[in-house]
């Protein structure tokens, strides 16, 4: 089957820890984008890349990183900086075209211990 | 900074009725405009999308009406049904020198009750 997986489905970080989310798409896209959804204020863009060894900073990137060493996986990490990481996390890609429609992942909801 | 405003945030009807779901934004650069349907604890998938150079939009019981002088562009759900309860967002489309992005409405949030 053709799509986006994201693991784990649950994560839990303790204060002072690095946690890493993983987003994997077999649908040949080039672009792949990272959301943060918190109740009441819709997606909001983390982090996104174009191609391959290249990524843009979205409109919350402080306290995050990602990495886009293959087409296939764009992980993020949720650092130590991010004091507020409790969210629901999605991943989406998108084919080349500028109108083509971007496709989500199921989600990752981490959450603080 | 780009923004998509949308409205109302909550929205309840009865079914067969008609949901009707707005959305506003300023730039003038935004130039297509995906709605997308989510429901609790999964990832949005993509409803229907109009191009600015067209004003409406219909695909079976959902309708998107685009006014580009106005800036602003409605989705309608005819016939409303009770699978159709889930958040709903608007969003707005751009091309940067980094690529193309979202900017996404708040969401709204439909109940329609059997």
């Known amino acids: 089957d053709g799509g986006i997986t994201q693991s784990p489905k649950y994560l839990f970080r303790k204060e002072g820890q690095n946690v890493t989310l993983s987003c994997e798409q077999n649908l040949n896209h080039d672009a792949m984008y990272w959301y943060r959804q918190d109740p009441g204020q819709g997606l909001r863009l983390i982090y996104y890349?174009?191609?391959?060894?290249?990524?843009q900073k979205g409109d919350i990137a402080e306290g995050y990183s990602v990495s886009r060493e293959k087409k296939e996986s764009f992980p993020l990490t949720v650092t130590s900086a991010q004091k507020n990481p409790t969210a629901f996390y999605l991943c989406?890609?998108?084919?080349?075209?500028?109108?083509?429609?971007?496709?989500f992942g199921p989600g990752t909801r981490l959450l603080v211990l | 900074q780009q923004q998509v405003k949308q409205s109302p945030q909550s929205l309840i009807v009865q079914k067969g009725g008609i949901s009707i779901i707005n959305c506003a934004y300023e730039n003038t650069a935004f130039d297509y405009f995906p709605w997308y349907q989510q429901f609790p604890g999964k990832g949005p998938a993509l409803l229907i999308a109009i191009r600015p150079d067209v004003s409406e939009k219909k695909e079976g019981r959902f309708t998107i009406s685009f006014n580009k002088s106005a800036k602003q562009f409605s989705l309608h759900i005819m016939d409303s049904q009770p699978g159709d309860s889930a958040t709903y967002f608007c969003a707005a489309s751009t091309q940067e020198t980094s690529g193309s992005r979202l900017t996404f409405g708040e969401g709204t949030q439909l109940t329609v009750n059997p």
């Open positions: 989406a890609s998108r084919a080349g075209g500028p109108r083509e429609t971007q496709y």
């Open positions: 890349s174009q191609i391959v060894n290249d990524f």
